[in-house]
């Protein structure tokens, strides 16, 4: 296993590997950044390959982490957790408890909250551990509790500043839009989506999730494998990362690509594939930053729901100044978002 040559590595200020035998807990804990703040971001629950594959995730979407909430305003630096589901994984509370005294062991230095594969519930266990955690059940009135729809409504607002943008579009109704992924962040958007008179184009691993949004929202359905190429106006990637590269992008026919999951383009370079090809990217970690802003609200404790959903909404008008400068220099959008972010964490603004 590589750390310090890893390619993702990028000067991380701590890496904990974390392994509890009773318990078969396998875990790594990555903190990139905490210049700005706690490093800040979610646990993810998945099952990879081998180490490696887990240690380069857990820094790329750690890295990942530092830019988002540096974009997104909050006195948080960047961090993220990745629980390997091993064979034998047994999702038990005492996994979940011995998690949170890892995550205790950092005295505040890393704070934690859902991502793919976690629940409330689940983070409800881990904080009998630990106080540094967020996305806790929601007190009514008070920010709080699973930070999907918050991320989705970003999204939305997001995708409403690049119909503008690209298609001169003041609205969304007609729009084409497919969503892969129909998880948290995917149903919620859908939702919005279809609120706005969009149509839908979906699809999920798991079919029952498609069912799902096809019944409440006539959605249509499609393969897993043709969603990239749908005939849409917008593709709106919500499940995994790195599906935007060299032999993906010539088959896009979407005009803008807006969508929450983490890291979507494999390489930089793959931001500039994309301008070459004329689709709009928004970059990923400044359009999906909805859930860490009600993440961030929720452990400060000083915005109430109303006032995250303002703050959430400030997404759309961060996008247009980026789709700005873009269309302005030819720039791609994901190298200068980078550059802006780098800029803050750095304290050069
Ligand atoms: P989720 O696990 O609830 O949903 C992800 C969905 O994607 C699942 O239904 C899964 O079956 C599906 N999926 C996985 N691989 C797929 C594939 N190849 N094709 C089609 N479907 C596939 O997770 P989520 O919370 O909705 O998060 C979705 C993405 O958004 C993740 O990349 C996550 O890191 C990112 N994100 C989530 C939040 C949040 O608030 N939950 C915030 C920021 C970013």
């Known amino acids: 296993m590589t750390v310090f040559s890893n390619p993702a590595f990028d000067n991380h200020e701590r890496v904990l590997f974390c392994r509890d035998e009773p318990t078969g807990l396998c875990a790594i804990i990555a903190i990139h950044s905490t ?3 706690p490093a800040a971001g979610g646990t993810r629950l998945w099952t990879y390959a081998n180490d490696d594959d887990a240690l380069y995730d857990v820094l790329r979407l750690s890295q990942g982490m530092s830019y988002k909430n540096a974009m997104a305003g909050l006195k948080f630096g960047g961090g993220k957790a990745v629980i390997i589901k091993t064979p034998d994984f047994d999702a038990s509370d005492a996994l979940f408890e011995r998690f949170g005294e890892f995550v205790d062991t950092l005295g505040g230095d890393y704070i934690t909250a859902e991502d793919v594969g976690m629940s409330v519930e689940i983070m409800e266990t881990i904080a009998r551990r630990t106080r540094y955690v967020s996305g806790l059940p929601l007190q ?3 920010a709080g509790g699973d930070p ?10 997001g995708i409403q500043a690049a119909a503008k943008a690209r298609l001169g579009r003041d609205d969304l109704e007609g729009m084409r839009v497919a969503v892969q992924g129909v998880g948290h962040v995917g149903y919620h958007l859908c939702k919005l989506l279809h609120e706005a008179g969009a149509t839908l184009v979906v ?3 798991d079919e029952t999730r498609v069912d ?3 019944d409440e929202f006539s959605a249509e359905r499609v393969g897993n494998t043709e969603i990239l190429g749908a005939d849409v106006d917008v593709l709106a990637p919500c499940a995994l990362g790195a599906i935007l590269h060299e032999e993906s992008i010539p088959g896009l026919k979407a005009r803008i690509i807006a969508g929450g999951a983490n890291n979507q383009l494999r390489s930089p370079e793959d931001g500039q594939r994309l301008a070459d090809a004329g689709i709009l990217y928004a970059p990923d970690y400044v359009i999906n930053a909805g859930g860490i802003i009600n993440v961030a609200c929720e452990y400060f404790g000083d915005v ?3 006032g995250v959903t303002e703050l959430v909404a400030q997404i759309g008008s961060r996008l247009a100044d980026i789709f700005e400068e873009a269309s302005r220099t030819g720039e791609p959008t994901n190298v200068i978002a980078d550059r802006r972010a780098r800029k803050i964490i750095s304290g050069d603004v």
């Open 140 to 142: 009514s009135g008070k």
């Open 212 to 214: 799902r949004v096809c």
């Open 35 to 37: 210049a700005l703040g």
């Open 203 to 205: 699809s999920d691993l």
């Open 304 to 306: 109430d729901d109303d």
């Open 148 to 157: 999907s729809p918050k991320t989705a409504y970003g999204l939305y607002c």
